[in-house]
């Protein structure tokens, strides 16, 4: 990657798929940048690039790269495909771009001790991924028809829609008078049958009726 190729993506600003760190600061913080873009639509992590988008690089920029493939190394799973470029500005400073590209693999997840955490990218930042998405990231990998019965539930849900165009969890599960499990089971099984759509949040995901 060339300094012109860079400066072009930093012109471009924080967003779904491109992050900036002036420096591998918490390693163990950065990766989840990485394991959100390879369980979303991939993405550039640029390493000496400030948060407004000036490449003003980074000293040592060889023990940056270290860190950071160690981090992966040890902190990803299962393990993350990614290219990695660097270059100098001069001398002193430098630049280190990772390339991730949406992972077949997905979801991948951040190991702390015996937690799991899967990251996705959600506009300019990366948040944590909810138990719908998760489940979805996992089983939508081999998509295959899906069989459903719609039933009581399935109607409350469409009726819903109907009227209110989006649905969140809680919301559904009060409604339809469910179990969260289970109203959970119900929203994942019609999103991977494509007859709704789920949008994540930093917050709490909702459901719209797939176009």
Not at 174 to 193: E, Q, Y
Request: aromatic share 8%; glycine share 6%.
């Amino acid at each position: 990657m060339t300094l012109q190729e860079v400066k072009l993506l930093a012109a471009k600003g924080e967003g779904l798929r491109i992050e900036f760190k002036k420096k591998a600061t918490y390693p163990e913080k950065i990766v989840r940048e990485l394991i959100a873009f390879a369980n979303t639509a991939g993405g550039d992590l640029l390493i000496g690039v400030d948060d407004d988008g000036t490449v003003c690089g980074q000293r040592y920029i060889e023990e940056e790269i270290f860190v950071m493939e160690k981090a992966i190394k040890e902190l990803i799973f299962p393990t993350l495909a990614y290219e990695l470029s660097s270059l100098k500005l001069n001398e002193k400073k430098g630049i280190a771009v990772f390339k991730v590209p949406v992972s077949p693999n997905r979801p991948h997840y951040l190991k702390d001790k015996d937690r799991k955490q899967a990251f996705i990218r959600v506009a300019d930042r990366s948040v944590q991924a909810s138990r719908e998405v998760w489940e979805i990231l996992r089983r939508g990998k081999n998509p295959r028809d899906m069989v459903f019965t719609y039933g009581n539930k399935e109607e409350i849900l469409m009726k819903a829609l109907g009227e209110t165009d989006k649905i969140t969890l809680k919301e559904f599960a009060k409604l339809a008078k469910l179990p969260k499990f289970l109203a959970s089971k119900t929203l994942v099984r019609l999103t991977l049958a494509n007859v709704l759509l789920i949008h994540p949040q930093e917050s709490e995901d909702f459901f719209t009726l797939k176009e």
